[in-house]
């Protein structure tokens, strides 16, 4: 774990309150003890230490209190202030549209997606969506997924607060993508950029190109990538992406690749494009 994800519900007069999985993970897989020192990610984004000063056998309650001090804390490897700091100076935001699979590789785009930093995965009910798949996102099972964004954020080190929008038809996803457009400034083409993923050989879209165009790191501001289910995207939908949402067609000289595969692939290829090796 690189930090741990508080929400507002869990503070109370100053004080961190963990319960729960919270309570559990830290105590019996952490096997923290008082005066220990943790990264918190507090609502407002921010990233501070936090001591243990009580732990409640009776009650499995945690509670914690935010300490000016850096370093020292019991998590490992590189630390989340570190991913921060790395990451502060440039940053785009990443969206995906991923066209609905099965609920069990959706999870798994989801948190493949958090950890790579994605701020908005936007459900696309396309062409070759089941319904049952749309069902899957409601009720408890939205639930599900924001423990997934949680978990993936905490052991990633994202400081990225990612969230899971409703399932759209590929109409509105195009209209939510749009929408973060500043016409106005006629930035349009040089701020933000699209791509659709397509495992038909016969589309002329160029990633570089289309990153070089817009500017790079210092210029682009949004990114998007479009990716489809198990079926795929059909061409009227590559085309009405193209036509309406300014999506480049982008075809990768690979074996066809599942789903969850060309998710992964897609998203850090297209980072690694607009980074140019930062």
């Known amino acids: 774990m690189r930090q741990l994800i508080v929400e507002n519900r869990q ?28 990264s ?37 490897g590189v630390q989340a202030e570190e991913i921060s700091a790395a990451g502060t100076s440039g940053r785009v935001e990443y969206w995906l549209f991923q066209f609905l699979p099965r609920p069990q590789k959706f999870e798994l785009i989801v948190r493949q997606a958090t950890e790579c930093g994605v701020a908005v995965i936007v459900p696309v009910i ?12 409601e009720g408890a099972k939205k639930e599900r997924l924001e423990r997934i964004i949680k978990e ?38 040089h701020q933000n950029v ?30 998007a990538i479009a990716v489809g289910s198990e079926g795929g995207i059909s061409p009227d939908e590559v085309r009405l992406l193209e036509e309406k949402g300014l999506f480049v067609p982008i075809h990768f000289a690979v074996n066809i690749l599942r789903c969850e595969t060309a998710a992964l692939y897609g998203i850090a290829a297209v980072q690694s494009m607009i980074l140019g090796g930062v």
Not at 177 to 186: N, P, Q, V
């Open 11 to 38: 503070i109370h007069k100053g004080l961190i309150q963990l319960e729960g999985k919270d309570y559990r993970y830290l105590r019996q897989v952490l096997r923290v003890r008082a005066g220990d020192m943790i």
């Open 194 to 223: 699209a791509f659709v993923l397509s495992e038909r050989d016969d589309c002329s879209g160029n990633l570089g190109g289309a990153v070089q165009k817009a500017g790079g790191l210092d210029k682009i501001k949004k990114a």
């Open 152 to 189: 993936a954020r905490q052991q990633s080190g994202s400081p990225v607060d990612t969230r899971v929008t409703e399932p759209m038809s590929l109409e509105q996803a195009i209209d939510s993508w749009k929408r973060g457009f500043d016409t106005a400034s006629g930035l349009l083409n």
């Open 40 to 76: 918190v990610r507090l609502p407002d984004g921010s990233l501070n230490n936090a001591t243990v000063a009580k732990i409640d056998e009776n009650n499995r309650c945690i509670t914690l209190q935010i300490c000016a001090a850096t370093g020292g804390t019991i998590t490992r």
């Open 126 to 137: 396309g062409e070759y969506t089941e319904k049952s798949s749309v069902q899957a996102l």
